[in-house]
């Protein structure tokens, strides 16, 4: 397994508890480091997985989508919490132990360098003989190289910084600015739990004229919904990284190995989503996994179709190319304008609060039902 992410370490576990010897190496030396996910957590995900409550800050239920202007933003809000932000370094410790409980060895500090005639090769480790070799490194994954699988190709880079809330009274809120000047085909956002405040960009690198972190500082300096940091000041932590947004891919499979989380494009091409979908892709590629070791049989890899995923969000797909498309200030402002008529806002609410931010993992007769995240 190469990449301790969530889906790296969720997947080592499921194939360890089905008694299968697993090796998980990352060439981070810890798991605070290199953090490149705002850890958001969706309804659907909290309803299907038992995620350790005690690390997710309080529900979110409010949402305010702004123009450029910034002026009269569509404010939703569900009945539900919809979403919870994570103490990630926290949970990616959690899934750690629950891998290594379930018998997984995780090696940190340890660089995959690439694999021959089942060999993997190890930088900070010696090189180790794998039957099958799992891709959980991320967007830019060099064992898709390796074993000749696709390899994402449609990027957005994203950069955010997070700061201890201003107020403990704030309404939790979610704050998403569409405005192409400084996130151009994709969003600048502020999520405010009350307990900290998360504030990013991200956009087409091909449009970022001036880079990714001036635009970050552009947008913090009046970002909505930003509260100033709360008690002493010190360095915000900062994050930032490339995110998948052309879909699952196609062929994510091969008798040596497959691939999972954002290395296998497993993110929501139009919310850039994507701790839901390594969760539930991790459980299907982790039955696929056992089940070809155990029969030595390819046709059981075919169940591990990207082809079948990307069938059913055609339509995220579909508006992924649409907010692409949005390239000034005024195409911007008509679009929100467009979002505050009721069909507008019904059409928001669907994405937003939906259920369909990754499409149903169509899973083989003997896979169980989704595992809880211990």
Do not use: K, Q
Request: overall charge positive; charged content about 20%.
């Amino acid at each position: 397994m190469v990449g301790a992410g969530l889906a790296g370490l969720h997947t080592a576990r499921l194939l360890a508890e089905r008694d299968l010897r697993v090796l998980v190496v990352d060439r981070r030396r810890s798991l605070a480091a290199g953090v490149r996910t705002t850890g958001i957590f969706v309804r659907r995900t909290l309803d299907d997985f038992d995620l350790p409550g005690h690390l997710l800050g309080p529900g979110v239920r409010d949402v305010l989508l702004y123009p450029p202007s910034r002026r009269d933003p569509v404010h939703l809000t569900s009945d539900r919490d919809e979403y919870r932000v994570a103490d990630m370094p926290a949970v990616y410790d959690h899934a750690r132990r629950a891998a290594e409980t379930a018998g997984a060895r995780v090696l940190l500090g340890v660089r995959y360098t690439g694999i021959t005639t089942g060999i993997a090769h190890l930088d900070g480790a010696e090189p180790v003989r794998a039957r099958f070799v799992v891709g959980a490194d991320g967007a830019r994954s060099a064992v898709a190289r390796d074993l000749g699988l696709d390899v994402n190709r449609r990027l957005l880079v994203g950069a955010e910084i997070i700061h201890p809330s201003g107020s403990a009274t704030t309404v939790p809120a979610f704050h998403c600015v569409l405005d192409p000047r400084v996130a151009p085909g994709y969003l600048g956002w502020v999520i405010d739990d009350g307990h900290h405040v998360h504030a990013g960009v991200a956009g087409y690198p091909s449009a970022m004229r001036s880079g990714v972190r001036h635009l970050l500082s552009a947008f913090t300096s009046d970002a909505p919904g930003l509260t100033a940091p709360a008690g002493p000041t010190g360095p915000a932590e900062r994050r930032g990284g490339p995110i998948p947004v052309g879909g699952v891919l196609r062929r994510l499979a091969c008798p040596s190995g497959l691939l999972v989380g954002d290395a296998a494009g497993a993110v929501s091409p139009l919310t850039a989503g994507g701790l839901d979908p390594c969760l539930r892709l991790s459980e299907l590629a982790a039955t696929v996994t056992a089940d070809y070791l155990r029969t030595g049989d390819d046709h059981v890899l075919r169940a591990y179709d990207g082809n079948a995923l990307r069938s059913r969000f055609r339509g995220r797909l579909a508006l992924r190319r649409a907010l692409a498309s949005v390239t000034s200030p005024a195409a911007a402002e008509a679009a929100v304008a467009l979002l505050r008529t009721r069909p507008g806002r019904s059409a928001a609410a669907r994405i937003l609060f939906g259920d369909r931010s990754f499409p149903d993992v169509p899973s083989p007769s003997s896979s169980p039902s989704p595992s809880p995240v211990r």
